[in-house]
């Protein structure tokens, strides 16, 4: 394994929490912006983790939800760097569902967000420094 692929392999987070009912929504599932919330922070600490710099997410693409999080259920938040530019990082990122009191588990959401380095001023700056 090279450097980077063990930088990569190093920034991938993995975050647990629990689904309260606070979270819910009227049809007792999770609500999509707090999903959401949690995917970006999510990936924000993986590509901080990966760049070591300051980041600010510019974008997220393409959120899928493909299975409703019901509350009483444990969700795994799991991001990983996709892919590396110059100034900024797309970091993936997954949530899947178990349930409390049961094996098993699947995955319920995906999205991409992308991150920019930034230096002291709020510019862009480069991602890896050499």
């Known amino acids: 394994m090279n450097k980077l692929e063990e930088k990569i392999k190093n920034a991938e987070t993995r975050v647990f929490k629990a689904v309260f009912p606070n979270t819910v929504n009227h049809y007792d599932t999770l609500f ?12 924000f600490i993986a590509a901080t983790r ?15 939800f493909t299975v409703p999080i019901p509350a009483g259920t444990i969700v795994e ?17 997954d949530i899947f569902i178990e349930k409390m009191y049961e094996e098993g588990r699947e ?11 930034i230096d002291d001023q709020k510019r862009p700056t480069a991602i890896m420094k050499d």
């Not at 999903?35 to 922070?41: F, V």
């Not at 990966?50 to 899928?64: A, C, G, N, P, W």
Request: proline share 0%; glycine share 8%; net charge positive.
């Open 32 to 43: 999509g912006g707090t999903a959401m919330h949690m995917m970006d922070e999510v990936a």
């Open 50 to 64: 990966f760049s070591r710099q300051r980041m600010v997410t510019v974008s997220s693409d393409k959120i899928d």
């Open 77 to 93: 938040l799991v991001a990983h760097i996709a892919h590396i530019g110059n100034t900024s990082l797309k970091v993936q990122v």
């Open 107 to 117: 995955k319920a959401i995906s999205g991409t967000f992308t991150l920019v380095a």
